[in-house]
């Protein structure tokens, strides 16, 4: 059983605002991704991290940012929410010897107005 | 732009047959593939791994894949309402050693 979670699971806000998704996981995986996927469409890689301190872009050029403090905690940041940001996104993480068996959070589905 | 290639379907089967899920790589250099399983309204869940030529089986999922063809499928046999879901392959990039994923195949079971 996978032990990842997110919050909000829900989000809608006005364009301009500032928003941070949380991102937890208790199995202390070295390695956690952003990922996001619109309807329809493959998941795409915003950012990764593959361990604390470490942090780095991925495919998908985003505005976000992300921070890594603790080995447990991956928190993603926008920093002026607009309406092309809305999106459904979704954590992972995976072990050191099994880096592409990704384990999903449920997903935070963003609205921005 | 390396690309993973799905049928997205929907792909409808009667209960108790067999689903067969395709999905073809353009990395040649790719030496994982996985199968992930996503509900409606729900986040991935990893069902397959493989990591040589050949089938693998668990339980009632068979993984094939052929590198030469560079093409892996999913079969999932005694298909059951239960597995009607998007079924996303996934493919790591021997070059940045990051995972890509095809937009999937919509399977529906009928009862």
């Known amino acids: 059983e996978a032990d990842i979670y997110q919050t909000p699971r829900y989000l809608v806000i006005g364009t301009g605002k500032k928003i941070t998704l949380e991102c937890s996981q208790t199995?202390?995986?070295?390695?956690m991704y952003w990922y996001q996927q619109d309807p329809g469409m493959e998941l795409h890689l915003i950012h990764y991290?593959?361990?604390?301190?470490?942090?780095e872009k991925g495919d998908l050029s985003s505005e976000s940012t992300v921070s890594r403090i603790r080995t447990e905690h991956f928190p993603l940041t926008l920093e002026s929410a607009r309406p092309s940001h809305t999106s459904q996104y979704l954590c992972?993480?995976?072990?050191?010897?099994?880096?592409?068996?990704?384990?999903f959070g449920e997903g935070s589905r963003l609205t921005v107005l | 732009q390396k690309e993973v290639e799905q049928n997205s379907g929907p792909l409808s089967v009667p209960e108790g047959a067999i689903a067969s899920l395709n999905c073809t790589y353009s990395?040649?250099?790719?030496?994982?593939f996985f199968w992930y399983r996503q509900y409606s309204g729900k986040s991935p869940e990893l069902i397959m791994s493989?990591?040589?030529?050949g089938d693998k089986e668990d339980g009632r999922f068979t993984a094939q894949l052929n590198k030469a063809s560079q093409y892996v499928s999913l079969l999932i046999r005694d298909s059951q309402p239960s597995d009607s879901a998007t079924y996303l392959c996934?493919?790591?990039?021997?070059?940045?050693?990051?995972?890509?994923f095809g937009t999937g195949t919509l399977l529906a079971v009928q009862p």
């Open positions: 992972a993480s995976s072990e050191g010897g099994r880096v592409w068996e990704l384990f």
């Open positions: 199995m202390g995986h070295d390695k």
């Open positions: 991290s593959y361990g604390v301190n470490s942090t």
């Open positions: 990395d040649r250099v790719s030496q994982s």
């Open positions: 493989i990591y040589s030529n």
């Open positions: 996934a493919v790591n990039d021997g070059a940045t050693n990051k995972l890509i």
